[in-house]
């Protein structure tokens, strides 16, 4: 029988996607997690290495104080209980560029358990659990290419033999390819906040692998799931989850069955290979690493560093939107990082008016920059220059129309705010008052039901007034200024 | 001077008086070496050029009247299990053939700093694995006792050298009786410290939970004033801990009179051979005689600890020595094809039979569906084991216990018998499961002159007592 396209798309709506990922950061220690070498990036092949990285015949692992409150920290800004008594485990397997013959990791008892973070959803936010934290070692790198006897060899690099990661697993309970793609963006996020990585992906500081099975909708158990590896962007992840998800839901609707095995994803064709089935799967043969004493993380030493945790992206949007009275899409804006929410808050706390700064980067500054198509962190305008723009405006010295003469010279210019407020010979508007007030005359005498009402009582019209004088001066009259003559006029 | 009337104090003494020089007893050894070694093969690789420099560095500062350190000047020889930079270092395998480590061990570094001179590196079996030292795939030992016979392993070249005059003292390790055993054998004195004590860093792995590193020496004094010096933490090993390192000289003199020592009976049972029971007797009489009350103690799980220790100790190997693989340093067989085509060669022309043996156990005992069953069962047997120590050490001071339940064996009699050559541990692989201190110190001679050893073992950290007990024991049989 021939599936027409139809019945194929009703058919693959009865399945749901079950996917859980696994996230590798690299942590920003100066040194490796077993020995003093640098993990500086980029240094000559082989030159951050020693006895114990290399794997020599006798070395010993000395485990890093700074990667353990790292990978602490970053637990518990993913809401894990953070186990007292830690173990770490060998896992074994051999590979080039694996030294050991085994890599130092946790097994059965990581670092931390039980968390979760939330993700924006359609219509709320939902809940994805994390299973484990946990510290490990990173291998070197096999260089396939580069050399001139690449053909026939491959040479291995042994600088980052050693640096030390954190694994992020997290529970089955992402849905999507698209809540995949969220999960990523916040938990990056989060660990940026905590600054404990830089999560940058070309660098291979953060990597991730996608566990994924699909399933009759309703169904209780798992179907069998795919590893899907060497997916090196979050799009990437997407499109290799869309592609995978709907490469099961076909197998299975064609009568077939899902072989567990782990598949590589190609970026450029947007398809996964199989890589190694289960059958060739590597038994780790994990044991506990007779060469490191059990990890302990006591309560005082929680303590400490959790006083460390900065507030989480989560919470402080939620905060910004109360206290600055800005929408929940620019506190988003303004928390893309810890640096840019810390800088406009300092701005907004230094103005007169906190709120007009929110006002202003909202109103005045994301329009701008996105016609101009940048990010706010290559804003020409800096965070410090809408505060001094906002107090020009709140102390009446430049109109609103002003400010936006200023900041369009800013962005023309492609200079800062108080430089340009500078160049135009920091310009005032007019304090003269006798053409406002002949405006503001002529409109009283235009409305005299108006003015009846105000005076009967009904105090609220002075809106209307002050809104016809902002119309009838196009928006140059200062609206302060406005209200006071409004107020005296009528009142007299 | 002539080694053979030596020991550590009296050699440091005779160069700091300027009776003799370091330079003319390290060349008084590697004579002996010369003329002696090609029948007892107790060293692989000598290291004369780093030992003579060494030795006139003394000589120099003894000129200058400078105080010298406790080891200024004594022969020293090193197992080769133990990494020495830019001397080969070959773990008694071909696989480390030509291998020139770029660092020291910790316990070479202090010795050499108190001014120990090493002659060279000892003779073992292969990844220390094996308890006559046939399993070296450079050439076995013999027993100077008695060349037809094998010196133990597997320290079987450190102890062997100690026994010949080779060397004053040297350095071995010990995983399941590594030390302690070859001692007994080679009728000197070999001391296994208590697990933490003495840092494991730059001793090449068989069992990281097992391993330790001691001294083999002449006399109870001499391996205390070693262990003195190799003792103490490491910022290299994690593992490395416990409290401030006592002065285990100075505490030799305190007096062993109401010391409690344990017999436990299930040391003494089938197997044990009729004349080392007698020894063995005899000596817990003179330890009577020497004021200690004798206990009657049972350790009931000692039964478990030899199919324990080899499952503990194999699984840990199959791992530790993973990293022979070829890719970086050691052997790497010639013309493979494919990656798992090199590792397999490699591996196969590197290592000898009973390492490929132990690999193939402890891969199996920790593999998916066998791991419970084995490993884990193992460890908690381990505690088990441990526990009967710590209820022991409740009620005495120390335990005594025959090393070996044999005195040396012949060359080739139990070769094709791994399990045999396995029970040769039975009294040893107790204090590596369960971490403890023990010392063997030769307690008389079979009717065909070989010597016997008897083991003290003792409580966590306290090596004192031990070296006390066989001090004491020591004094009293050169009296007789």
New interface residues.
Partial sequence: MVTTPETSVAARARYEAVIGLEVHVQLLTATKIFCSCSTRFGNPPNTNVC?VC??????????NRKAVEFAALAAMALNCQVNATSIFA?K?Y?Y?DL????QISQYDKPLAEHGAIEIPVQGGAKKIGITRVHLEEDAGKSLHEGFADSVDTTA?DLNRSGVALIEIVSEPDIASPEEAYEYLIRLKEIILYTGVSDCNMEEGSLRCDANVSVRARGQREFGTKTEVKNVNSFRFIREALEYEIERQKGVLESGGQITQETRLYNSNEGKTYNMRSKEQAH?Y???PE????PLIIDEKRQAEIRRSLPELPEARRKRMVADYGITEYDAQVLTFSKALADQFEAAAKAAKNPKRVANLVQSELMGRLKAKGCEIEQSPISMKGVALSADLVESGVISGKMLKDLYDLSFAREKDFPDVYEEEGRPEQSRDTSALEQTIDEILAAHPRQVEQFRAGKTAVIGFFVGQVMRASKRQANPQLVNELLTRKLGG | MELTSLTIDSARSAIQERKTTAVSLAEWAYRKIESDDPTIGAFITLSKERALAKAAEIDEMAKKGEKLAPLAGVPFGIKDVMVTRGVRTTAGSKILGNYLPPYDCTAVARLETAGAVVLGKMNCDEFAMGSSNENSAWKPVRNPRDISRVPGGSSGGSAAAVAADMALATLGSDTGGSIRQPASFCGVVGLKPTYGRVSRYGLIAFASSLDHIGPLTKTVKDAAIVLRTIAGQDPMDSTSVGPAVPDYVADLEKPVRGLKIGVAKEYFGEGLDREVRAALEAAIQKLAELGCEVVEISLPHTKYAVPTYYIVATAEASSNLARFDGVRYGHRASAARTLSEMYRRTRDEGFGAEVKRRIMLGTYVLSAGYYDAYYLKAQKVRTLLTRDFDQAFQRVDAIVTPTSPTAAFKLGEKVDDPLAMYLADIYTVTANLAGIPGISIPCGKTSEKLPIGMQLLGKHFDEATILRLAHAYELAEVQN
């Fill in positions: 006895p290399l794997g020599l015949p006798g070395a010993l692992p000395v485990l060998r074994n051999f080039p030294p050991k013959g085994y291995i038994d043969r994990y044991f007779p060469d490191l004493l």
